[in-house]
């Protein structure tokens, strides 16, 4: 396979499953909302509407390469009621996504334009995850409840 048919089959996942992260977000957003964690709650709503962005810029990225963008299937993904244990999933996504964004870099190393878009998405992704770190170090440091309630 060619080098550039991996890459656009490598953007096209990322379109697909950042697409669905960001949904996610969304939802994780309305429940932490309806819990009365407002500050967690607009976290992830702008946390989801900067990963479409990164969706929409990698979509026209497969778009000027010549590629076709396609609507796949996404596989059902668990929400979390509770707000520790979402951090503490959402922290996987952010660091298993990281792994697998740098195999990506590598297919996009010739082609500047794409990796440069992947470098920001990747930039962002790192923030999110040491973000998550910090507030699991957090609630070790000063325990659950006083965690929620600084997310009122």
Do not use: F
Request: aromatic share 6%.
């Amino acid at each position: 396979m060619a080098q550039n048919e991996k890459l656009m089959e490598a953007l096209q996942m990322i379109v697909t499953s950042l697409s669905q992260q960001a949904d996610g977000h969304a939802l994780e957003s309305r429940i932490l909302a309806s819990k009365g964690y407002s500050k967690l709650a607009e976290k992830y709503a702008e946390h989801a509407e900067e990963e479409r962005g990164y969706v929409q810029q990698i979509a026209d990225r497969i778009l000027d390469l010549g590629g076709k963008l396609k609507n796949e299937a996404k596989p059902e993904m668990p929400v979390c009621e509770d707000p520790v244990e979402w951090i503490k999933a959402d922290l996987k996504i952010s660091v298993d996504g990281l792994a697998a964004l740098k195999q990506i870099m590598c297919l996009a190393v010739e082609d500047v334009t794409t990796y440069d878009i992947l470098k920001d998405y990747y930039k962002d992704e790192e923030e999110d995850m040491y973000w998550g770190e910090q507030q699991l170090e957090l609630i070790e440091a000063i325990g659950v409840q006083n965690w929620l309630a600084k997310q009122l």
